[in-house]
């Protein structure tokens, strides 16, 4: 398998008052098609090193690669072309455009990156909507939807563009129980059927022992990367 995102000792500080590490050299390597939990307590660093993996925070020490290209020279139209083709993003709080159609919001990565006509863009968004349940609410505003189905608007807003991973910082944190539930079950389809890479942060370690591999993370730093070890099913009789 190849290999997607590469960061070699990742530092983020912020030195705006008293130097504060949100990330301290980190070093890690996901490939395609992994299921991937980012643990730790709270303010152990683990959104912080999210955003940067996904481009959307800049680190202030060591190296990062996206599909094998080098973000350090990127300036920030090219850090942007790179989110918009190679990242989808799922957050706890959906960031939905209240005054946008569902369609309307999932369509919006798409004619940021250009690629397709207009009528390609409403097909995918169709075709997106539809495969997660939502062919109902494409006219709809999210203001109109269940927390559970405005997640579900999200994940399609992610993979509006096809990238090959996902990132989604407590993309079940705000949910009930059930949709919380419905939400994992879509991601987890989405690397084993989708062949898509799932990075998710969570605090929910009954989630993260369904994953197949946990980053832990403690005071900004990397504290281990194991593979889960699931349960072996009952045997009868």
Known sequence: MSTLIEARGLTRVLTETVPVTLVSDVTVSIA???????????????????YLLGLLDHPTGGTLA?????????????????????????????FLLPEFTVMENVVIPMRRLGRLSRPAMK?????????????????????QLSGGQRQRVAIA????????????????????????????????????ERGKTVVAVTHDLSLAARMDRRLNMVDGKLASDEKVEKAEPAQSG
């Open 32 to 50: 395609e098609h992994e299921f991937v939990a980012v643990t730790g307590p709270s303010g152990s660093g683990k959104s912080s090193l999210l």
């Open 157 to 192: 807003r992610s993979l509006a563009n096809d990238p090959p991973v996902v990132l989604a910082d407590e993309p079940t944190g705000s949910l009930d129980s059930k949709s919380s539930e419905q939400v994992f079950l879509i991601l987890e389809q989405l690397v084993r």
């Open 66 to 94: 996206i599909g094998g290209r080098d973000a350090g020279p990127m300036g920030e139209d090219e850090r942007a072309a790179t989110r918009l083709a190679m990242l989808g993003f799922v957050f706890q709080f959906h």
């Open 123 to 143: 097909a995918r968004g169709e075709e997106l909507l539809t495969s997660l349940g939502l062919q109902d609410h494409m006219r709809k505003t999210p203001d």
